[in-house]
């Protein structure tokens, strides 16, 4: 089976395409041809889970920060003897 095409040029023929000036333009207010808003791109999404930190890695993190700062004050006291 062959196809009438095999290799068809992706660029709209101005002449057959609608909503298109003369020079290959489009009015002001058209919308191109084939172009849609991305709000119609995927399924709906009815489930949408929270978003924010957990409280486990939140404190795990606020307890290293807290250690690093211990570390960091334990050197100030030791280079100042």
């Known amino acids: ?4 095409n095999p290799n068809p040029d992706p660029d709209p023929d101005p002449e057959r395409t609608p909503g298109l000036e003369a020079g290959g333009g ?3 207010g ?3 041809p084939a172009e849609s808003s991305m ?3 995927g399924p ?3 489930h949408n889970p929270p978003t924010g930190w957990a409280k486990a890695p939140m404190v795990l993190i606020l307890l290293v920060v807290a250690l690093v700062a211990a570390l ?6 030791v280079i100042a003897l």
């Open 26 to 28: 489009v009015p002001p």
């Open 39 to 41: 709000s119609g791109a």
């Open 44 to 46: 709906r999404e009815t």
């Open 30 to 32: 058209d919308t191109p």
């Open 1 to 4: 089976m062959t196809h009438p």
């Open 72 to 77: 960091f004050v334990a050197m100030a006291i």
